[in-house]
């Protein structure tokens, strides 16, 4: 495993404006690595790229020194301060760069501990640059490990369990409620928040917005993405079509929703409402609360969740890191056997140069006296023999392994 190496570059270390110089083009991703493994003698690679890291995973029979690094760096042309990124590298090698491997893909080095978007991103990387070539056998045992101990960590712990996003609890608790999907969704903010939160019932088959914004444009782009309608914030006072779930999110420092502006949104219905305010301070005047029959869900208890389930994940570390050690020790038993196959590719051909020079040469004279019957006999017994003898050595030398373990 010593020939397993990976330079990281990570938020942990990175300026994002220096990580983004790092970021490899789908159209330079191939003349890139074909430089770095010529230049470098490197056998086999994979390049990672999200939002706050840039790994590089290869092999590479010598230590990877400070002046590799740089060379490494400069053979990618970043365009940067080739020195002071060097100096901001992380390298692991041998059993570490495994380790490494194996907690990026269970999320324990994210920003977000349990988030699973890095094991689909770490495989959509790999699957690039194995269909260009890069990569080969070793690398793909690699590969199904580090799945293989992500999965074993996401189903076998609770690191995942509780979402920790405002967005996703949000989410959660208005389908708590019971709403419908062809319930009307009126969103008052058209910023990142409302956003994220759009999308999330987009997905869910919610198809009927309207869209309020300070910023007509911005309003317009979102309505535009939902196939819905967008008006001005100012129209809040004259919208009289009702709605069923009210979303709130702006950066006002004063209540948006007023006593006034939510009855006449309620366009003389009576039925009890959502709404949904996740803005800090809340949109939503306390009088409206006070005088109308709601469902109301706030950014702050939505945060008290998030964090008591963000403290329930780095509790499973401990149950995480177990995993992780175990499936590296199973690894180093997988290397072992995937050698010895190796090793035993060359058997086949051995014996078959044996059995030549025995016919063709050793025993030559002794089989020309012999009747033509006799060599047909001699010759089956030959390839009997030769086709039994081809398991053995595989047969013992895996039992010694697994003796061994």
Do not use: W
């Not at 404006?17 to 690595?33: F, H, M």
């Not at 056997?337 to 040469?361: D, F, G, H, Y």
């Amino acid at each position: 495993m010593k020939n397993l190496k990976v330079i990281a570059f990570t938020h942990k270390k990175v300026d994002l404006k220096d990580l983004g110089k790092l970021v490899i083009s789908d159209e330079l991703i191939e003349s890139y690595l074909l430089s770095l493994k010529n230049q470098l003698a490197i056998s086999e690679i994979f390049y990672i790229s999200t939002c706050n890291r840039i790994e590089f995973v290869f092999t590479h029979e010598e230590a990877l020194s400070p002046s590799f690094v740089e060379t490494f760096l400069s053979t990618l042309s970043v365009g940067a301060d080739i020195a002071r990124l060097a100096s901001q590298a992380v390298v692991y090698e041998s059993v570490e760069a495994l380790n490494h491997l194996f907690r990026v893909s269970c999320s324990l080095e994210s920003l977000v501990v349990g988030e699973k978007e890095i094991l689909a991103q770490l495989r959509q990387s790999y699957e690039k640059c194995k269909n260009l070539g890069f990569t080969g056998d070793y690398l793909r045992l690699i590969m199904d490990q580090v799945v293989k101990t992500a999965k074993s960590v996401y189903t076998d712990t609770q690191i995942a369990c509780n979402p920790i996003s405002v967005v996703s609890l949000a989410y959660r608790e208005l389908r708590k409620v019971n709403t419908f999907t062809n319930a009307r969704v009126l969103l008052v903010g058209a910023g990142e928040t409302n956003q994220l939160i759009a999308k999330y019932l987009q997905k869910h088959k919610y198809s009927n917005f309207v869209i309020f914004n300070r910023t007509l444009s911005k309003a317009q782009a979102l309505a535009a993405d939902l196939n819905g309608e967008a008006f001005p914030l100012e129209d809040l006072t004259t919208y009289t079509k009702g709605f069923d779930i009210l979303i709130t999110c702006t950066s006002s420092v004063d209540p948006i929703i007023t006593p006034e502006i939510y009855t006449n949104l309620l366009a003389g219905d009576t039925d009890k409402k959502l709404v949904l305010d996740l803005a800090i301070p809340n949109d939503t005047h306390p009088d409206v609360l006070k005088n109308n029959s709601i469902h109301f869900i706030e950014v702050h208890g939505l945060q008290e969740v998030a964090e008591r389930n963000k403290q329930e994940r780095y509790h499973e570390l401990v149950n995480a890191e177990k995993i992780i050690e175990q499936h590296l020790q199973d690894f180093k038993q997988i290397l072992k056997q995937r050698r010895v196959e190796l090793a035993m590719r060359q058997v086949p051909e051995r014996i078959k140069e044996i059995k030549e020079t025995a016919m063709n040469s050793v025993f030559a004279a002794d089989i020309q006296n012999l009747d033509p019957k006799s060599v047909v006999v001699l010759e089956k017994v030959i390839a009997y023999m030769e086709k039994k003898y081809i398991s053995v050595p595989m047969v013992m030398a895996k039992e010694i392994l697994v003796d061994n373990c």
